[in-house]
């Protein structure tokens, strides 16, 4: 079966880090542009960052650049992302996904088929 598995989040307080992972079952990751969605209570899906396939050139939202690190995991097939400095605004269900390319607008990213569950991020103030 084909799919993507998120995980890693949890409830964390205002300034902790956490770092999500994107795992596939059933394909390689490897051969695929990643990218990190992620949607809060009652608002749009929001992209967030995306690793290309070819070279594993990063993008990041502006929203986020500064605390979200995005990277790949050849050996355990999973792309992974790194929050620094979570703040409460960060709540929200996060997903991985796979975009046609990383230079797509942010604002596509939100009609991206999703594949997995997704994990949620909850952030204390």
């Known amino acids: 079966q084909v799919r993507l598995v998120e995980s890693g989040g949890g409830l964390v307080q205002t300034g902790g880090s956490l770092t999500l992972s994107c795992a596939a079952s059933?394909?390689?990751?490897?051969?695929?542009?990643i990218g990190w969605i992620r949607q809060a209570p009652g608002k749009e899906r929001e992209g967030l960052s995306c690793?290309?396939?070819?070279?594993?050139?990063?993008y990041y939202a502006n929203s986020v650049k500064d605390r979200f690190t995005i990277s790949r995991d050849k050996d355990n097939n999973a792309v992974y992302m790194h929050i620094d400095d979570l703040k409460p605004e960060d709540t929200a269900v996060y997903y991985c996904?796979?975009?046609?390319?990383?230079?797509?607008?942010?604002?596509?990213?939100?009609?991206?088929?999703?594949w997995g569950q997704g994990t949620q991020v909850t952030v204390s103030s």
């Open positions: 690793i290309s396939a070819n070279d594993g050139t990063t």
């Open positions: 996904t796979t975009p046609s390319s990383c230079n797509m607008p942010w604002s596509n990213y939100k009609h991206l088929e999703l």
């Open positions: 059933g394909f390689d990751l490897g051969n695929y542009h």
